[in-house]
C-alpha cells in the first residue's frame, strides 16, 4: 500500500510517497517537471510489494516544505545533497535510484558523486548530461528540440505564458499522452503560491554547474523513439559517459512521458536491472 510520509533535512521537509516494508531493497524514484512523485505510482507499487523499500519525494521546490526562492538554490550540487540527506533520514547507507527527466539530471550528478551510495542507476529519458550539452552546441536537431528553453528561464515571463488560459500551454507539455486527470493534478500542484517559479528555477540555475562526471556504477538508460525533447544523437552518445556495466533501452512509439504511458514496460526494466545488481 503506497502511504504519503514527510522526510525532515536541513534543507526542508519533504512530502514523499513511500511503500515496501523497511528492511526491503532501498530503491529512490526522482520525479521529473513539471510533475511530482505521483507519476511514480505504479513503479512504486510494483517495487513495494515485490520486497523492495522505495521512496518517491517531491523534489526542491516541488514539495512546499523545501521550496527555497533564490535561483542558486536549484543547483545541481543543492539538489544532489537533498538526494544524500533524505537517504540518511531514512537510514539507507546503500540505496538504488531512478530519475526521469529533471530527476534523471539529478540522479547522473549524484551516481557520480556517491558511488559508494548509490547500488544502481536508471536513467528514463535524459542522456548524461556531458552527451546531452554536446548535442546541444553541435547537433541542431538537439538544439531545435530544447529551444524552450529560453522562454522557461525568463522569470516572470514563462510563469505567465504557462499559465494563461487555464495553464494551457503547461497543460500541452504533456502532448496529452498521459491521463487528463493526472495532468489537472501536475497544475492544480503548480498553480500553488510560488510553486511553478520554484520549477522553473531548475531551468534557470542549470546554467551555473553542470554534472559532467563519467558515471562508474551499474547503469541502464532508457529512451523512447517518440520523445519529442531528447533526440537520438545525445542518447546513442551516453555509453561513453559510463565507466561500469551499462545496458541502453529504446522504447518504440512511446514519448517522452514514459514511467506514465508505459509503466508496464519501464517497471520491468527496472526490476531486471536491480536483479542483475544485487550487490
Known amino acids: 500500500m503506497i502511504e504519503a510520509i514527510k522526510i525532515p533535512t536541513a534543507a526542508g521537509t519533504f512530502d514523499a510517497l513511500a511503500c515496501g516494508e523497511p528492511g526491503g531493497r532501498e530503491v529512490m524514484l526522482l520525479h521529473g517537471f513539471p510533475e511530482a512523485a505521483i507519476e511514480w505510482e505504479f513503479q512504486i507499487d510494483a517495487l513495494g ?4 523499500h522505495v521512496v518517491a519525494p517531491d523534489q526542491r521546490g516541488y514539495s512546499p516544505g523545501a521550496r527555497p526562492e533564490h535561483v542558486a538554490d ?11 540527506a533524505i537517504a540518511d533520514e531514512l537510514g539507507w547507507q546503500r540505496f538504488d535510484l531512478v530519475g526521469h527527466d529533471w530527476g534523471a539530471y539529478v540522479g547522473w550528478a549524484a551516481a557520480a558523486a556517491m558511488p559508494e551510495r548509490i547500488r544502481t542507476w536508471t536513467a528514463v529519458s535524459l542522456p548524461h548530461p556531458a552527451a546531452f550539452l554536446r548535442a546541444l552546441t553541435e547537433d541542431e536537431d538537439q ?15 514563462a510563469e505567465r505564458v504557462l499559465l494563461a488560459d487555464d495553464a494551457a500551454a503547461l497543460r500541452q ?13 501536475y497544475v492544480h500542484r ?10 522553473l528555477n531548475w531551468y534557470r540555475a542549470m546554467h551555473l554547474a553542470a554534472p559532467t562526471e563519467a558515471v562508474a556504477v551499474p547503469t541502464l538508460y532508457v529512451w523512447s ?12 552518445a551516453t555509453e561513453r559517459h559510463v565507466t561500469g556495466p551499462y545496458r541502453f533501452e529504446m522504447l518504440e512509439d512511446v514519448s517522452h512521458w514514459i514511467p506514465e504511458q508505459a509503466p508496464e514496460a519501464l517497471t520491468r526494466l527496472i526490476m531486471e ?3 542483475t545488481h544485487r550487490a
Open 49 to 52: 510489494n515485490g520486497g523492495c
Open 74 to 84: 536549484y543547483r545541481v550540487e543543492e539538489l544532489v545533497g537533498d538526494v544524500a
Open 143 to 157: 538544439a531545435q528540440r530544447s529551444n524552450y528553453f529560453a522562454l522557461l528561464r525568463r522569470p516572470r515571463v
Open 173 to 185: 507539455i504533456f502532448e496529452w499522452k498521459i491521463p487528463e486527470e493526472r495532468i489537472d493534478d
Open 190 to 199: 503548480l498553480t500553488q503560491p510560488d510553486a511553478l517559479t520554484a520549477a
Open 225 to 236: 523513439t517518440e520523445d519529442s525533447t531528447i533526440g537520438s544523437t545525445a542518447a546513442m
Open 273 to 275: 536491472h536491480l536483479l
